[in-house]
């Protein structure tokens, strides 16, 4: 059974930052990307950052773009999203994704429907 689950999330000043895990388990995490969404109320699911298996590959959103970084570590099954200079429009709840990495190029990394399995999310507030 494949399970994702985040951490990390809270309630930060705009400005602050914070970092958010995803722990894996149930899949062998370096066959698979690592994604990160977010979804605000009232709004749709929203891309933020994905990366390939080894790393050498990154995406980010045009909106988090040099401020928010995706890590991972392979021998942890751990994907990571540091996020700095937040802002209160981040305020969201943050979902981590998996697709498998052979499809990095012939799906939509950028969409949700492209990603095989989903953790619950963690809620990230920031205040003005």
């Known amino acids: 059974q494949v399970q994702l689950v985040e951490s990390g999330g809270g309630l930060v000043q705009a400005g602050g930052s914070l970092r958010l895990s995803c722990a894996a388990s149930?899949?062998?995490?370096?066959?698979?990307?690592m994604g990160w969404f977010r979804q605000a109320p009232g709004k749709e699911r929203e891309f933020v950052a994905a990366?390939?298996?080894?790393?050498?590959?990154?995406y980010y959103a045009e909106s988090v773009k040099g401020r928010f970084t995706i890590s991972r570590d392979n021998a942890k099954n751990t994907a990571y999203l540091q996020m700095n200079s937040l802002k209160p429009e981040d305020t969201a709840v943050y979902s981590c994704?998996?697709?498998?990495?052979?499809?990095?190029?012939?799906?939509?990394?950028?969409?949700?429907?492209?990603?095989?399995?989903w953790g619950q999310g963690t809620q990230v507030t920031v205040s003005s």
């Open positions: 994704a998996a697709m498998y990495d052979s499809r990095w190029y012939s799906t939509p990394r950028d969409h949700w429907s492209s990603y095989d399995y």
């Open positions: 149930g899949l062998t995490f370096s066959s698979y990307v």
């Open positions: 990366i390939r298996w080894s790393g050498a590959g990154i």
